[in-house]
């Protein structure tokens, strides 16, 4: 099911992989020219243009896009109990690792009179995106609304697709975990259009104020619609980023546990058919059992063709390396989402990896527990992009901002290098400006 390709004998530091390495085929430019009149609809007709989307993409219209705090007490009330544990136990642990990530600010004194401060202040107001199409998210809410209230955001926004099944509201799962957090701000919106609600804001009936006022930031997984809706808008709002397929890559050596490792990449491959599945492994067993393993696991399982369609795909594979030395080689330029190492030192490993989105150390870490209850956060960087961003954390909803403060004395100190850098660049106003204050 999954295809073998043998690196042993290329040389990684110099060869050209880009054709090798397993990735999933995922255009988001070319989906922004399809979702340009949606934006364009939801500008010009606002909540009516929403309603009307819902119907056509969701199969449902929903009675208003504000889902009524009502709902929401309802779905918390009638939530099965050991979900809600879950859920409560996910939110605890995930408030400690984000409120861990809350940065210091800082002083710095220059000089008699010249200061400047570092200070983190967070972002005004927040849509949070949580995804509903092949599956329920209710955790992609606990790693949206944690790190947003950590940092200390005074507004956030949560909107997901509305369900047929469920009278146009989203789904009830979703809306107890928005309950257990105290957002009562949520709407039943998905897709492209969604994100333009949250970028442009949507009017009330009369007009005369907001029924979703514009945020400043756009956060949270979805499909290429969503990712390319985030793109177009760029520059209106921020985003943290333009999330692609689930990926999974597994660094195994020959004392990993074969079909521990064939579960842990079939359960990636349940997310989406695009959700890359990637062995890493310098040992010929691990790669004949693995397989064996896959082929047990997957006949009969809840999600078997699409499973199957996943790790039959181009982005999915093993890659049989040298040795470790090349394993590593191979997962940096791979970059990918979430990395396990199953080795017989994974620590070692471990503290070697560059590029990953999160890294899972160790059989006992497996990326489901990321996925739900160990802390971090599960929205990550995909398709090669951990090379140079991170995920989702408390950081993306804070702001680094200065705060210069000098006195008479301490501008004396540097005035006659700022008037001769400001010649040099042809700029003498600046200079002026600070000449002036000489005088």
Request: glycine share 8%; net charge negative; with cysteine.
């Amino acid at each position: 099911m999954l295809s073998v390709t043998d690196l042993r004998a290329v040389d990684t530091a110099t060869a050209d992989l880009s054709s090798i390495i397993p990735r999933a085929d995922v255009d988001v430019a070319s989906m922004v020219p399809a979702i340009t009149p949606i934006i364009d609809e939801v500008r010009e007709r606002g909540a009516a243009a929403l309603l009307d989307l819902a119907e056509r993409f969701d199969g449902v219209r929903p009675a208003s896009l504000r889902v009524p705090v009502e709902a929401l007490a309802e779905a918390l009330a009638t939530l099965d109990p050991r979900v809600r544990a879950a859920l409560e136990e996910s939110i605890r642990r995930a408030r400690l690792v984000h409120a861990a990530q809350v940065p210091a600010g800082s002083r710095v004194e220059l000089g008699e009179g010249a200061v400047v401060e570092n200070r983190w202040v967070p972002v005004g107001r927040v849509g949070l995106y949580v995804p509903g199409g092949r599956a329920v998210y209710p955790s992609s809410v606990v790693m949206n609304v944690v790190p947003a209230q950590a940092a200390g955001v005074g507004a956030l926004a949560v909107t997901s697709p509305p369900q047929r099944e469920h009278g146009g509201l989203p789904h009830p799962t979703v809306l107890a975990a928005c309950a257990l957090l105290g957002v009562d701000e949520v709407y039943a919106a998905g897709g492209a259009q969604a994100v333009a609600m949250l970028a442009l804001g949507v009017r009330d009936d009369d007009g005369d104020g907001w029924l979703c006022a514009p945020v400043d930031l756009v956060t949270g997984p979805g499909n290429v619609y969503v990712a390319a809706a985030k793109r177009a808008l760029q520059g209106t709002i921020g985003v943290d980023a333009e999330a692609g397929p689930s990926e999974i890559a597994v660094i195994a050596d020959g004392t990993a546990r074969a079909d521990w490792v064939a579960a842990d990449l079939i359960s990636q491959s349940e997310h989406d058919p695009l959700a890359a599945s990637v062995l890493i492994t310098d040992s010929e067993e691990i790669v004949r059992d693995v397989l064996a393993a896959v082929e047990a696991q997957v006949p009969g399982s809840f999600h078997e063709e699409q499973i199957r369609t996943a790790l039959t795909g181009p982005q999915s594979g093993i890659l049989l390396v040298r040795d470790m030395e090349q394993a590593l080689e191979v997962s940096d330029l791979y970059a990918t989402e979430h990395l396990e190492i199953q080795t017989r030192d994974p620590d070692a490993v471990a503290a070697r990896v560059r590029n990953a989105g999160a890294v899972f150390v160790g059989p006992h870490s497996p990326v489901p527990l990321g996925d739900y209850s160990a802390g971090s956060n599960h929205v990550l960087p995909t398709s090669g992009t951990a090379r140079h961003s991170s995920g989702l954390n408390t950081v993306t909803f804070l702001r680094s901002q200065q705060v210069i403060r000098y006195t008479a004395e301490g501008l004396a100190g540097v005035a006659e290098g700022i008037e001769a850098l400001a010649a040099d660049e042809g700029l003498p106003a600046h200079g002026a400006a600070i000449a002036l204050r000489s005088e």
